[in-house]
DNA sequence: CATGGATACTAATACGTATTAGCGATCGAA
DNA sequence: TTCGATCGCTAATACGTATTAGTATCCATG
């Protein structure tokens, strides 16, 4: 029971101008169609008394009436505010943020999605998804169901990150990892290396799959592009197999992937670049100590997050024809690790 | 216009399942009053028929009708993802979202408040605040007359930090300031030092006031306790001030300024502590490259942020009585900046 | 003076839920 | 048989806004 001592409505504005109810919502969204119109005197004296009272408009019953109200939610698979992957998700949110504050624009955080089956779900009893004109879908898995769903219910929305179809096409702002990874390839064969290894963290989420795609396209004129799981493997056993194939650049989907292995070459006597080049394929998701600078690249993150928002709102205005999907490009880092073979 | 294809109401189930709208809204809120009844197979009917459907209650509607949401405003002075402050104020989120998660409550981050004179507005034209149960309001410096209106309003908020009365006593979650300003003096007295000086700031902030109030009240024991402005003033004025008045111990409201301070002691050939001990107060609030440890304390940031929106829920629910005010204790640091005089 | 067309509004309704007063049916007791 | 009492539900209304159809008034024109 909020003690909410009866707020100003458009029926008190209305009493004290001497006019009705409906003027008084005309004039505030200032309409002036061809079949509406208020005498300018009528609008004044409404006006002043906005003024006077302090009203602002419910945004609830706004909503409920229009079915639009300048909200955007904000769904993130793991915590908004993270502790442990938290550089990485944030300039994400920094984007979202900066361009959402530009457009006038609320942002709705979903804090209270439960987790179910060890996953955050978006859809549960309760939730208060419609609350907002449209949502932004942030995480590294997103679950395809939810997806169906909300294509099925016609509730726009925009993943941050390419997705594949889920019951039609997913609208997203990506990075674009294929074309990423493939110029690495290309800047290692230009150098002269011919045995490349790529090394596997994820095999399901697509943004690992656009990676493994740019190198498989990219690889074709190497003598040989070997594929290797990380998982589960230690950083020793992948170096044993490495030098054992004659590899001599590896490309490390995961960051701390690569700075162990770098760890590893170097208590063996060996040297990076020297004796293995070590190339990543994006920024580190979680905090890894490491004071050498990785030749790779680096994803556009506070971009895809201004360009989700501009998305969503072409969407939800309806401005934006078609399903929107946008790969943006990635930002080459030259850094120590990638030598001559 | 959003392609909504006509969501499933109350009405839709009502009529599937052959019951009227009241009854399963009734039988959604297990409402089992004595004066309201549904039998038990009415409302299996009822339920299975929600799960077929995938219905789920429009919060809007909700809203409006029940003025009651399971949503917090979050009001933040400054962005609420910062890059430049962003380590300051990053805990307090931390902690408002982990309660919130915990508690079942999405978070409302008012993004489109404008800046007008410098200062962002929770008031404005088309502000969305009531679509919140209540709020948070977070920041260095709120601004008094929006704490006047909010307290007129009757509309429940807490702020972080605490707040001199604005129209009426504000409800807060601060920190402790005085007590621990005062324990950081008595560290100092039993040291040995005789000559302090305080370092101010800013004069207009509570937390400002807080410290200050602190020093004064623990400083009467000392032969000279002083207070120097350090707006506008370069570190080596102030040494030269410190040091031209005997001064042995320095405590320094401004994080960077007591960085500044120490190099310049530095410069001069002098040490830290051993001719100057500098005591910091409170944790920095913009990014300051140092590696020295100073003596000081921490401010329980998350917790802030987690009991904010624990009294919130007390405020909005009616659970808790009179008005909320809660210090929390900052935790003392020992560094390596007190010494003996 | 009738007609038509602007002009300036208002009445009514929709949005989807929660709440409350009340109604018909059934049952037990007098 | 009648009079409550209880049970199980529905009708009606409120919440505050946006929209649309429609109405009353006025003015110019033939």
Redesign the pocket.
């Known amino acids: 029971m909020p003690a909410?001592p009866?707020?100003?409505?458009?029926?008190?504005?209305?009493r004290l101008a001497?006019?009705?109810?409906?003027?008084?919502?005309?004039v505030?969204?200032n309409?002036a169609?061809?079949?509406?119109?208020?005498?300018?005197?009528?609008?004044d004296r409404v006006l002043r008394t906005i003024a006077e009272t302090g009203?602002?408009?419910?945004?609830?019953?706004?909503r409920?009436?229009?079915?639009?109200n300048r909200i955007i939610g904000v769904f993130t698979y793991e915590p908004a505010f993270p502790s442990g992957s938290r550089d990485f998700f944030h300039p994400f949110l920094l984007g979202i943020e900066e361009y959402a504050e530009r457009a006038g624009c609320d942002l709705l955080l979903f804090t209270s999605a439960p987790v179910i089956d060890g996953r955050r779900r978006i859809f549960h009893q309760d939730n208060r998804l419609r609350l907002a004109d449209g949502c932004i879908l942030l995480g590294r898995e997103i679950d395809a169901a939810e997806l169906h769903r909300l294509n099925r219910d016609g509730f726009p929305y925009v993943a941050v990150g390419r997705r594949d179809d889920a019951g039609g096409p997913v609208p997203y702002v990506g990075a674009d990892y294929a074309t990423a990874v493939g110029e690495l390839v290309g800047l290692a064969l230009a150098r002269g290396h011919r045995r490349l290894a790529y090394l596997n963290t994820d095999l399901t989420a697509e943004s690992s799959a656009d990676r493994r795609r740019g190198f498989v396209a990219a690889s074709t004129a190497a003598e040989s592009a070997r594929h290797l799981t990380t998982v589960a493997a230690g950083a020793d056993a992948i170096l044993d197999d490495l030098l054992a194939e004659g590899t001599t650049v590896a490309f490390v989907e995961d960051f701390a992937t690569a700075v162990a292995l770098e760890l590893a070459t170097r208590r063996r006597g060996l040297s990076v670049p020297g004796d293995l080049s070590i190339l990543t394929l994006g920024d580190p998701t979680v905090p890894v100590p490491s004071d050498l600078a990785f030749t790779g690249f680096r994803i556009p993150r506070e971009e895809m997050g201004r360009q989700s928002v501009e998305v969503l709102a072409g969407v939800i205005d309806g401005s934006a024809v078609g399903v929107q999907q946008r790969l943006l490009p990635c930002q080459l880092v030259e850094g120590d690790t990638l030598g001559t073979p």
Chains 1, 2 share one sequence.
Do not use: W
Request: glycine share 2%.
């Open positions: 909410t009866r707020r100003v409505t458009q029926r008190d504005i209305a001497g006019v009705s109810q409906a003027t008084v919502s005309l505030l969204n309409r169609d061809a079949d509406v119109r208020i005498a300018p005197e009528t609008r009203y602002a408009a419910d945004p609830v019953a706004r409920l009436a229009a079915r639009f």
